[in-house]
């Protein structure tokens, strides 16, 4: 079970190309954060300020940050290479994860309920809750079928670089929001 009140918590994000996954579990022996995202390199620019926030985030958790290559296969075809995404990601989910899916037809969610959505994954008896951003095009049909609960970051369609800042924001404003820290209004 996670315990956001009393510990702090791991947050795993994953990196692969044109797809972010964050999974977050606590971890009593050492709490470390990673952090995945899923696309080309990151430009520089992107890079400083993911690492910003990360570092904020840090003050609440570790992070760590990992890189998987996307379209492993090279191929042009597109469904094949989201089913070989699909499979990478999900050797990476566990069956006990709480699965966050991102996506462009999630619900709608504000800030506040996105801090209420990462303390409520404590209550789920999971051991990290895991946030998927799908590439380009979208995710596949084991995660989907995996995913928890749905949700987007915008009504418009965000490059990978840009929806992994915007996690990331938005991961450090719940934690401010849970703490009743002063960075929410």
């Given at each position: 079970?996670?315990?956001?009140?009393?510990?702090?918590?791991?947050?795993?994000?994953?990196?692969?190309?044109?797809?972010?996954?964050?999974?977050?579990?606590p971890?009593?022996?050492?709490?470390?954060?990673?952090?995945?995202?899923?696309?080309?390199?990151?430009?520089?620019?992107?890079?400083?300020?993911?690492?910003?926030?990360?570092?904020?985030?840090?003050?609440y958790?570790?992070?760590?940050?990992?890189?998987?290559?996307?379209?492993?296969k090279?191929?042009?075809?597109?469904?094949?290479?989201?089913?070989?995404?699909?499979?990478?990601?999900?050797?990476?989910?566990?069956?006990?994860?709480?699965?966050?899916?991102?996506?462009?037809?999630?619900?709608?969610?504000?800030?506040?309920?996105?801090?209420k959505?990462?303390?409520?994954?404590?209550?789920?008896?999971?051991?990290?809750?895991?946030?998927?951003?799908?590439?380009?095009?979208?995710?596949?049909?084991?995660?989907?079928?995996?995913?928890?609960?749905?949700?987007?970051?915008?009504?418009?369609?965000?490059?990978?670089?840009?929806?992994?800042?915007?996690?990331?924001?938005?991961?450090?404003?719940?934690?401010?929001?849970?703490?009743?820290?002063?960075?929410?209004?």
């Open positions: 079970m996670l315990e956001w009140e009393n510990s702090k918590s791991c947050f795993f994000f994953r990196c692969e190309e044109e797809r972010v996954w964050i999974d977050a579990a971890s009593h022996e050492s709490d470390s954060n990673a952090c995945g995202h899923c696309g080309e390199k990151r430009a520089q620019g992107v890079q400083l300020v993911a690492e910003g926030y990360m570092d904020k985030i840090k003050h958790c570790l992070m760590e940050d990992i890189q998987i290559r996307s379209n492993p090279n191929t042009a075809n597109v469904g094949v290479q989201i089913e070989t995404e699909d499979a990478m990601i999900m050797r990476h989910i566990q069956p006990d994860d709480w699965v966050v899916m991102l996506d462009e037809n999630g619900s709608d969610i504000s800030s506040e309920q996105m801090s959505l990462v303390e409520d994954a404590g209550l789920t008896g999971s051991s990290r809750i895991s946030f998927c951003i799908g590439g380009p095009y979208g995710h596949g049909p084991q995660l989907r079928k995996r995913a928890n609960v749905s949700i987007r970051l915008s009504s418009m369609i965000l490059n990978h670089q840009i929806a992994f800042i915007v996690l990331l924001e938005q991961l450090y404003r719940a934690w401010t929001i849970l703490k009743g820290q002063k960075y929410h209004h």
